[in-house]
């Protein structure tokens, strides 16, 4: 291994603890809150249990329910979901397409 590729994956890891780090505010949105923990867990299931922990619920058609692991898979994928933070986005949309693939979840 070249010291440019250890450099390039040191920087690597330093972006992903500076997102590990991002703490988790009381007015995210669900779908920051959701890319966070996704960032953290890399677990939809996770994910839903903790969402539905905070109180969060869908609402369809006047009825009311918890977040399933399909709806945390949903919004990671959404091109409309808004998040502020772009690196954030990026980086866990490529975990979870990793993920679903059965690649190795860091290669990012």
């Known amino acids: 291994m070249k010291i440019e590729d250890i450099n ?3 920087n690597e890891f330093n972006k ?5 780090m991002l703490p988790i505010n009381s007015d995210d949105t669900v ?10 867990l890399e677990s939809v299931s996770k994910v ?4 539905n ?7 369809k058609d006047n009825k009311s329910r918890k977040y399933i692991a399909n ?3 949903s919004v990671i994928l959404s091109r409309d979901t808004k998040i502020k933070n772009n690196e954030l986005k990026s980086i866990v949309i490529k ?3 990793g993920n679903k693939k059965g690649l ?5």
Not at 16 to 20: F, I, P
Not at 48 to 51: H, K, L, Q, S
Not at 53 to 59: H, K, M, P, Q
């Open 8 to 10: 390039i994956k040191i």
């Open 16 to 20: 992903l603890r500076k997102l590990l």
């Open 31 to 40: 779908e920051e809150k959701i890319f966070k923990k996704y960032l953290e």
């Open 48 to 51: 839903a249990e903790y969402i």
């Open 53 to 59: 922990g905070l109180g969060y619920r869908i609402n």
């Open 71 to 73: 709806d945390i898979s």
């Open 95 to 97: 975990l979870f397409k």
């Open 104 to 108: 190795n979840s860091r290669k990012w």
